[in-house]
């Protein structure tokens, strides 16, 4: 089973301040993914990633960026924090490069609080 | 217009009943369809995928695919109250998952 690790499972954070979010996969996939769950609006793609130092902006990439470094980490960065971005934010990892393939496995979440 | 919809719900049905989740799909590229499982507080988990027009059974759950008719169903037999859950559909029209908002399923004992 793909084993997909975050960094946190709680964060409160200060409006204005820089967020890092990091997760990290062990099943050598080249595909990972950012989502931000909100109630009533389902997973929302942030930014995905194909391969290491390549990325691709999803619906709502606006205030975000990611890295990707390494084949294993996604990190997600919130450049500087605002109360709307108060979500639970999820990654996930599949194989199969630009055609993925098989299900992705997620990672347990973080849950975000901007105060 | 969304790429995957899915009826909210909530959906509630008696157990031992047969639960009947739906999905559309706006792309006919889509080649794979998903169905998660995502209980209150956690993250989703993978239940069932399918690639081919048809039936495809797996114990309990068997999730159906017409690719004519862009339609992706899930049904879970003999409900039992552990099957209470959001159910999420999911496809890939390309190199990215697209995912309905969910359907939650009340599963009455």
């Known amino acids: 089973d793909v084993k997909v690790t975050q960094s946190s499972r709680y964060l409160v954070k200060r409006t204005g301040e820089k967020v890092f979010l990091e997760c990290v996969q062990d099943?050598?996939?080249?595909?990972m993914f950012w989502y931000r769950q909100d109630p009533g609006l389902g997973l929302r793609l942030i930014y995905f990633s194909y391969d290491v130092k390549m990325k691709e902006k999803g619906d709502i990439p606006e205030g975000y960026s990611v890295s990707r470094e390494k084949k294993e980490r996604f990190s997600l960065i919130l450049e500087s924090a605002s109360t709307n971005q108060t979500s639970m934010y999820l990654c996930?990892?599949?194989?199969?490069?630009?055609?993925?393939?098989?299900?992705?496995?997620f990672g347990p979440g973080t849950r975000l609080t901007v105060t | 217009q969304k790429e995957v919809e899915q009826n909210s719900g909530p959906l509630s049905v008696p157990e031992g009943a047969i639960a009947s989740l739906n999905c559309t799909y706006s792309d006919r590229g889509s080649q794979s369809f998903f169905w998660y499982r995502q209980y209150s507080g956690k993250s989703p988990e993978l239940i069932m995928f399918i690639y081919s027009n048809g039936d495809k059974e797996d114990g309990r759950f068997t999730a159906q695919l017409n690719k004519a008719s862009q339609y992706v169903s899930l049904l879970i037999r003999d409900s039992q109250p552990s099957d209470s859950a959001t159910y999420l559909c999911?496809?890939?029209?390309?190199?990215?998952?697209?995912f309905g908002t969910g359907t939650s399923l009340t599963v009455i004992p």
């Open positions: 996930a990892s599949t194989g199969g490069g630009r055609r993925t393939s098989g299900g992705a496995g």
């Open positions: 999911a496809s890939i029209p390309g190199n990215q998952f697209y």
């Open positions: 099943m050598d996939h080249e595909n």
